[in-house]
């Protein structure tokens, strides 16, 4: 349910993959959306960092493969939705 992840959140994500906002679910991953590489990956990670104010550590760039992992990371760093 694609109300389960924030809508600032799901935007960014969507823009980013050029998807509908309405393809964005928390289990939403790097293997199930084409445009996921790590080019777009990289792109994806700035933008938010740059929308919340945050800074996510190089070493767990990589994980973050899911939707589901970037909002928890999200919120671990402070972001409220």
Known sequence: MSEQVPFSLREIIADTFEISPDEVRPETAENTVEAWDSFR???????????YGVQF????????????????????KGVGF
Request: net charge negative; charged share 25%.
């Open 41 to 51: 990956h990289l792109q994806l990670i700035l933008s938010l960092e740059g929308e």
């Open 57 to 76: 550590d190089p070493a767990e760039i990589p994980n973050l493969t899911t939707v589901a992992k970037l909002q928890e990371s999200l919120l671990k």
